[in-house]
């Protein structure tokens, strides 16, 4: 989290949202996110890890209450900034939540569970607003593929020849199994490698039940080397949704 607090690591997430890649990336996890959840148009969704509000503004043009919260108060300012309208929140996800007990339909955690140090607490905090049958929506970069197990490589004689880079796959369990699960996105940005298994675990363990896992995939492909054209090769990103337990109040 503390990278986005930086200016120089908030940028960097802005430009990459306003880069084609960030822009194809936002396209299609909406899509995927839309069909995750009840189209209920008076729900209320918390988009959790809001970064600078695509999304929590997307959907507000949906369902009637949306609020977007991020720990990073640099990437709530651009976002109040760009998207008056809407609601967004300065708050730590791993912190007490300000949000009354069993009263969020749906919760959506995109693209920002591996920037936090404490997902098993996001978790439990998510379980104690969420209405009993609501949903969690989370989307993450597969561990399988993605940094820093997957890492594009293109060798000297591929530059000469001007290819796209290859996927390179590195010891999976080399990083898994490490003390420090810190990796970088880029100079500024650092994150944290955990598995499927943990995240799918960490939520059971709080009373979600897994009811889907779609690997989120580009329908055509692209000329460029881009986010598009790694998508439409490799489940580069999955979608992971949860239902909260009836039972758990």
Request: proline fraction near 4%; glycine fraction near 6%.
């Amino acid at each position: 989290m503390d990278s986005y607090n930086s200016q120089l690591g908030s940028r960097q997430y802005e430009d990459f949202t306003n880069s084609e890649s960030g822009q194809f990336q936002q396209k299609i996890l909406l899509d995927y996110i839309l069909a995750s959840l009840d189209r209920n148009p008076k729900q209320k969704i918390l988009d959790a890890g809001c970064g600078s509000g695509w999304l929590t503004h997307a959907l507000a043009g949906l369902f009637a209450d949306v609020c977007g919260c991020d720990a990073s108060a640099e990437l709530i300012a651009y976002a109040k900034n760009k998207y008056p309208k809407q609601e967004f929140l300065v708050c730590d996800l791993t912190a007490n939540l300000p949000f009354e007990k069993n009263s969020v339909d749906a919760i959506v955690a995109n693209m920002s569970l591996h920037d936090m140090d404490n997902v098993p607490q996001a978790l439990e905090n998510f379980k104690l607003i969420t209405k009993p049958g609501g949903k969690l929506v989370i989307t993450i970069s597969n561990p399988y593929y993605s940094l820093p197990v997957g890492v594009w490589k293109r060798g000297i004689l591929g530059r000469l020849l001007l290819k796209k880079p290859k996927l390179l796959l590195r010891p999976y369990f080399y990083f898994k199994n490490k003390t420090d699960r810190k990796f970088g996105w880029g100079d500024n940005i650092t994150s944290h490698f955990y598995s499927l298994a943990e995240y799918i675990n960490w939520a059971v363990d709080n009373g979600f039940a897994l009811t889907q896992m779609r690997e989120i995939q580009a329908k055509t492909d692209s000329p460029n080397f881009n986010l598009q054209y790694q998508l439409y090769r490799f489940p580069y990103i999955l979608l992971l949704e949860f239902k909260k337990s009836n039972f758990i109040k």
